[in-house]
């Protein structure tokens, strides 16, 4: 198993830009979320999904955009970038009951 | 306020000591109390979980929750230079997988070979 994936592990984009974070599991698991990383600020729910065809949004949710469309995909969208969106993005994924498993995370910068 | 808060550190110590991580909440209904492991630029990986108030071992770690002071605390035994990284606690309403995690900003721990 390759567990959680995430590409890709760098990018730079300038302002105004947009771009897809992707996310893959083979868990068969039901449960997927989207989670920003920022100094002091700990991890933030952006985005999670109980399933294909069912998301719903997190703490922060603006800017960005999440579809489900199979159990083993869950990418995140960004529409238009902003340099307050730099930040390192990490990809959940569980059972309906038990640990999340975390992906390597992508790391954003927005210029 | 933070629902969860927790001390940024840095936090030095040398091997073999014992450590304190602690975190406080505030969110009364919180029930699921979790700490995970984060290497340097590497994702979290679950360390413990606790249901409710009291102590949970495994191996050199010790997970504590006492909901009466709203309190949440790790010790590391023994400690290793491979328990450097950064501690993260979490909370959560239920242990269901759907269930929004709260998370601490996060402890960076050094252990002085």
């Known amino acids: 198993n390759a567990g959680v994936t995430q590409t890709p592990k760098f990018q730079v984009l300038k302002t105004g830009q947009s771009m897809t974070l992707q996310c893959a599991q083979d868990?068969?698991?039901?449960?997927m979320s989207w989670y920003r990383q920022d100094p002091g600020m700990g991890l933030r729910l952006i985005h999670y999904?109980?399933?294909?065809?069912?998301?719903d949004q997190g703490e922060v949710p603006n800017g960005y955009n999440v579809s489900r469309s199979t159990t083993e995909d869950f990418p995140l969208r960004l529409l238009s970038a902003a340099p307050s969106q730099t930040s390192v993005y990490f990809c959940?994924?569980?059972?309906?009951?038990?640990?999340?498993?975390f992906g390597p995370g992508t790391r954003l910068t927005v210029l | 306020q933070k629902e969860v808060e927790q001390d940024p550190g840095p936090l030095s110590v040398p091997e073999g000591a014992i450590v304190s991580l602690n975190c406080t909440y505030s969110?009364?209904?919180?029930?699921?109390f979790m700490w995970y492991r984060q290497y340097s630029r590497k994702g979290p990986e679950l360390l413990m979980y606790?249901?409710?108030?009291g102590n949970k071992e495994d191996g050199r770690f010790t997970a504590q929750v006492d909901k009466s002071s709203k309190y949440i605390s790790l010790f590391i035994r023994d400690s290793q230079p491979s328990d450097s990284a950064t501690y993260l606690c979490?909370?959560?309403?239920?242990?269901?997988?759907?269930?929004?995690?709260?998370f601490g900003t996060g402890t960076r721990l050094t252990i002085i070979p």
């Open positions: 959940a994924s569980s059972y309906s009951s038990g640990e999340q498993f």
């Open positions: 868990m068969n698991h039901e449960y």
């Open positions: 999904s109980v399933g294909a065809g069912i998301t």
């Open positions: 969110n009364s209904a919180f029930q699921y």
């Open positions: 606790t249901y409710s108030s």
């Open positions: 979490a909370s959560a309403l239920s242990n269901f997988g759907n269930e929004k995690l709260t």
